[in-house]
């Protein structure tokens, strides 16, 4: 007695990215990182030239980058300089995101669909919570990312030292 159990469009996804598709040579999701340096890097991103046979069939079209909250940015795949770019949308999607020169981020390209992005600062953590970037209501907490595996515990200090900073500063 066999029944065909679909998965669900999430676990779809993770085993794909865990084991891509080992029927076919071409897997269903293709990666690459970018470390950002020089002075362009909110403006315009560059697809390394290896990858770019992977997104040559996006010329012109818009796909999505989601981070880690899961929020989506519209971005347009051109060519510039004889190089696959994103540049329509890239700057708001860096700026939104606070990218600073020496993060290092992640792209996830899942094939037919959009890129999903997971972006480190220099603190080797990733940024999990862009809220406050986005808002630009509240200082972060003590200038420092919240970390993936961080405990409740040093998240919570973390609370208390900016409470306590913005207490003192409000007293002067």
Known sequence: MSSKVEACPM???????THGNKTNSRT?????????IGDMFSTILYFPPKFAPTVSSL?????????????RWKVKVSVLNDSFVLQEGWSEFASDHGLE????????????????????????????????RRNQTTPNLAGEEICRGQSKLKNHV?????VAKNTSTNKK
Not at 11 to 17: G, R, Y
Not at 28 to 36: D, E, I
Not at 59 to 71: K, V
Not at 108 to 132: P, Q, T, W
Request: proline share 0%; with cysteine; glycine share 6%.
């Open 11 to 17: 676990c779809t996804q993770s085993c794909l990215m």
């Open 28 to 36: 269903l999701v293709s990666s690459f990182f970018k470390v950002l």
């Open 59 to 71: 010329n012109g079209l818009e796909t999505f980058l989601e981070d880690s909250s899961g929020q």
């Open 101 to 132: 020169l020496g993060d290092f981020i992640i792209f996830n390209y899942i094939m037919g669909s959009h890129f999903e992005v997971h972006i480190y600062d220099k603190s080797a953590c990733e940024r999990l919570d862009f809220s406050e």
């Open 158 to 162: 973390l609370k208390a030292k900016m």
